[in-house]
């Protein structure tokens, strides 16, 4: 038996090689005992797409029904627009990493055979 890191400095033409010498023993059962990637992206797409109705919910039920007030002085109404905007700008780049994080885990499922 190869140790982990032997297997790790293998080619990925090596890697295709033994995965198609037919003379290696497979298990029977190994297709129930192995998830299919095909599953697992199914699975990641239904979490992602719950998720993001989960926040669309909340995000909408703890949506003030009214505005809070208006502002008399130009300054003041550029900072709060400001600051708004600075806090969608930071949520939309932790929605964006979360994205690129789950594109990179399908993308290695994907490539997974």
Avoid: H
Wanted: glycine content about 2%.
């Amino acid at each position: 038996m190869k140790r982990i890191e032997d297997i790790e400095k293998l080619s990925a033409e090596d890697l295709r090689r033994i995965g198609a010498d037919e003379s290696i023993p497979l298990p029977e059962d190994l297709a129930v005992r192995l998830p299919r990637p095909e599953r697992a992206i199914r699975r990641w797409s239904i979490a992602a797409a719950a998720a993001v109705m989960v926040g669309i919910a909340g995000w909408s039920l703890s949506r003030p029904a009214e505005p809070k007030d208006t502002f008399d002085d130009p300054y003041l109404a550029y900072a709060a627009v400001e600051q708004a905007l600075m806090k969608t700008s930071a949520k939309v780049q932790t929605a964006a990493q979360k994205v690129y994080e789950t594109e990179t885990v399908i993308d290695q499922l994907t490539n997974w055979k």
